[in-house]
């Protein structure tokens, strides 16, 4: 499988962010501070991703093997752009050693670990019900000034731009100039997956329009068939 499936996390917070200023954005949703290496108290947030013009979420674990997988193509493609990205890793891990190992080898923050309070992990349950995040890998993009969503499919973004400079910078800058919005405006992925389910289900159940579907598709071939025989008779007459 390509995703690993985590544990439902819930949380008595709120799922959205709250209408902040753009300074303030960053340490509601992350906390006050950052981890920038295993077994450290962390610095402040607002410093650890300042100056950037894109924060990427990473949501993985090292238990998860597509994640080990795509770490490395993101360590990469961190090294070109992270003049105007930052990435703040959210970790699924639930100890310490497993979280250190896998994090130790990350050029980038993460949150504190949900397993070291309730606090925490409240924090990370928000993050993710925010995100509708329901497997792992995942990478979220957010406007480094707002906090704004941008896309919640950078994974298969950053893996098509895999292996060529260009393709990468070009990727950043189409993540700059998109138009950026409030998570609870934003269709993330999820959204978009439930309305074709829910399209599809609205079908099923009314056998009316399963019938003139049906009687649609065939019109169409009959009308495809006529026009293939008026075709080969124009032909025979030349």
């Not at 990435?87 to 250190?100: A, R």
């Amino acid at each position: 499988s390509s995703v690993c499936h985590t544990p439902r996390l819930t949380s008595s917070l709120a799922s959205a962010m709250t209408s902040k200023k753009a300074a303030d954005w960053s340490t509601d949703l992350f906390g006050p501070k950052l981890l920038t290496k295993p077994q450290t108290t962390g610095v402040p947030t607002a410093s650890a991703i300042g100056g950037k013009k894109l924060v990427v979420l990473y949501f993985s674990a090292s238990w998860c093997p597509p994640c080990r997988q795509f770490t490395p193509k993101l360590i990469e493609f961190y090294e070109i752009c992270k003049d105007e990205l930052a990435v703040v890793f959210v970790s699924s891990d639930q100890d310490e050693k497993s979280f250190g190992d896998y994090f130790g080898k990350m050029p980038w923050c993460a949150t504190l670990p949900s397993y070291t309070n309730v606090e925490n992990r409240e924090r990370q349950g928000r993050l993710a019900n925010m995100f509708k995040i329901q497997g792992i890998p995942a990478v979220v993009v957010l406007d480094a000034k707002t906090g704004h969503f941008i896309t919640d499919k950078a994974r298969a973004e950053v893996m098509e731009a895999d292996g060529s400079y260009r393709s990468k910078k070009a990727l950043v800058q189409s993540w700059i100039s998109k138009e950026a919005l409030p998570v609870d405006q934003a269709v993330l992925s999820t959204d978009a997956d439930n309305i074709l389910v829910k399209l599809v289900k609205h079908i099923l159940t009314r056998p009316a329009y399963i019938f003139g579907i049906i009687f649609l598709v065939k019109r169409f071939l009959q009308f495809l068939e006529e026009m293939g025989k008026e075709g080969s008779e124009e032909g025979k007459e030349l």
